[in-house]
Nanobody
Framework: QVQLVESGGGLVQAGGSLRLSCAAS????????MGWFRQAPGKEREFVTS????????YYTDSVKGRFTIYRFNAMNMLYLQMNNLKPDDTAVYYC???????????????????WGQGTQVTVSS
């Protein structure tokens, strides 16, 4: 099985920046569509962004467009989420996820992701 480990979460003031990392096991990482999701207290898990296996295609939910950037380095089995101009509403546990069935596409539905990390807490204060 594939194991995903997130890091980089923490506490930041509104308007600040954080970079989340996701380290993946397995030599087939370069074939996965990858994504980031988040879940705030009392709310359902929410799609944030996705990137195709080759890094060419990306997609962002409207609330983070222009502020967040997803990117990957396949040779190092690493996925990143750069978060700028953070807002209190961004406060959540952030999860990285992997899908082996992306076929060069981005994936929005959490049901199509087979592997999930343990999550990392992001707290944005006002």
């Amino acid at each position: 099985q594939v194991q995903l480990v997130e890091s980089g979460g923490g506490l930041v003031q509104a308007g600040g920046s954080l970079r989340l990392s996701c380290a993946a096991s397995g030599r087939t990482f370069s074939t996965y569509t990858m994504g980031w999701f988040r879940q705030a207290p009392g709310k359902e898990r929410e799609f944030v962004t996705s990137i195709s296996w080759d890094g060419i295609s990306t997609y962002y939910t409207d609330s983070v467009k222009g502020r967040f950037t997803i990117y990957r380095f396949n040779a190092m089995n690493m996925l990143y989420l750069q978060m700028n101009n953070l807002k209190p509403d961004d406060t959540a546990v952030y999860y990285c996820a992997a899908s082996p069935s992306g076929r060069g596409r981005v994936i929005i539905s959490p049901a199509l992701y087979d592997y999930w990390g343990q999550g990392t807490q992001v707290t944005v204060s006002s």
